[in-house]
């Protein structure tokens, strides 16, 4: 396993929200998508609680970091049809928990690759 850290310098909540979200998939074919912290259901909707959540920033300086693209990304060596959906939300939910609960997340599992991440 990966884990593969990217910062982003500029507020562009929505387009990497619909990067993380289109093609997503699970193994029936429906999304999978993983929230932590937000109350809404819909793109639209986890983009306009990021934006309100950045409005609570005490300092804007330049050159802050907006948010991270995280990828967890296992071996393409794995062999897939043992990893089930469940595994894969516990590993989210896992990784939240350790990387810091009070913050708002959105993830989503891709298959589009020869290695789900």
């Known amino acids: 396993m990966i884990v593969k850290i990217l910062t982003r310098h500029s507020p562009s909540y929505k387009s990497l929200i619909n990067y993380i979200i289109y093609g997503s998939k699970d193994k029936d074919g429906k999304e999978l998508v993983i929230t932590h912290n937000l ?67 959105v993830g989503a599992v891709h298959r589009d690759k020869n290695h789900i991440h």
């Open 39 to 105: 109350r809404s259901d819909t793109q639209e909707g986890y983009v306009n609680e990021f934006l309100e959540n950045e409005a609570l920033r005490k300092y804007q300086r330049r050159g802050s970091v907006f948010m991270y693209h995280e990828i967890i990304s296992l071996s393409a060596k794995e062999d897939g049809t043992k990893i089930t959906d469940t595994m894969l939300k516990d590993l989210a939910r896992k990784y939240i928990s350790l990387r810091g609960k009070n913050g708002i997340y």
